[in-house]
């Protein structure tokens, strides 16, 4: 009775640790297609970076390093004609001291106000013109990135196993003002920790392989018994690859997300986690560990 229960129990674990090695295999298949291609699902990234109010230029510092070249001359042209009222009005001071003055400090306020007012507009239309240069936002997966407009993805980068997410770079090649704009920024925290960036990826290939070979083991083990040693080799192996891989993509978007929030935040870009990829990572996580947990309890006990 005891032995046909142990061999009920072992079959039945047998069978859980098998589904639960398959549902790794589904949720890194998930984290794989993030990014991919413009028909990817939309919620599956690692890092969101919203750019539709970038770049802000309402910030006065940034107001003093914009060149406002594209401002009308005839603002020139006033300020001239009103230094020359007032040259005028000086002349004439002696006859008419307090008419002169009035009208030439009203003459000085209208022309500050116009130039002021002609700035302004200048700065609203040059933001206009770099927001035109760039998408709404860019996306991150572990192979690429997407960008986007308002509603939907309209193109993505080709997938890579050398793949980092550069945004210094791509936000100085799309344009000359927007690389002057950001020429200031610390490449050292935005440009995508190139190294950890690939080793992360082959970390999770590495484990996709580990984790399709112990379910091979595992369908092998259930038709033939036998092989428990060479299973949980695999078994440790792939959850030490995915929990490696998971543990590095969270340091290094956590620190981008931070950095972008930080660096760019007084431009009017902002970033964000993508939850949906993230719960997707320590799945396979949680699949793996626990598959583990229930092939070492099979081979132990029941064996």
Known sequence: MIPRLAGSFGQLGSISALSLSIAVLVSLAVVFVGCTSSSSPP???????????????GDLRLRRSIDLSGVSSSVTDGVSNVASSVAEGMDSAASEASTAVEGIATKASTAAGTVVSQASDALRTLEK?????????????????????????????????????????ILNSASTEIGELVSTIDDKVLTGYYNMSRAITWL?????????????????????????????????????????????ANVIYCLNTSGINMILGSFGASASLGTHMLVAAWLAFAFSSSALLIWLIQSYCCS
């Open 129 to 169: 013109e770099l927001q035109s240069e760039l998408p709404a936002y860019y996306t991150v997966g572990l192979w690429g990135y997407c960008e986007g407009n308002d509603t939907q993805a309209v193109s993505c980068s080709r997938p890579s196993i050398s793949f980092t997410f550069n945004i210094s770079g």
């Open 43 to 57: 919620g599956l990234y690692f890092m969101k970076v919203n750019l539709s109010d970038f770049p802000n230029l």
């Open 204 to 248: 999770y290939i590495s484990g996709f392989v580990a984790a399709t070979f112990t379910t091979l083991l595992g369908i092998r083990k259930m038709a033939f018994d036998g092989g428990n040693k060479l299973l949980l080799t695999f078994c440790v192996l792939s959850l030490a690859l995915i929990t490696s891989a998971t543990i590095g």
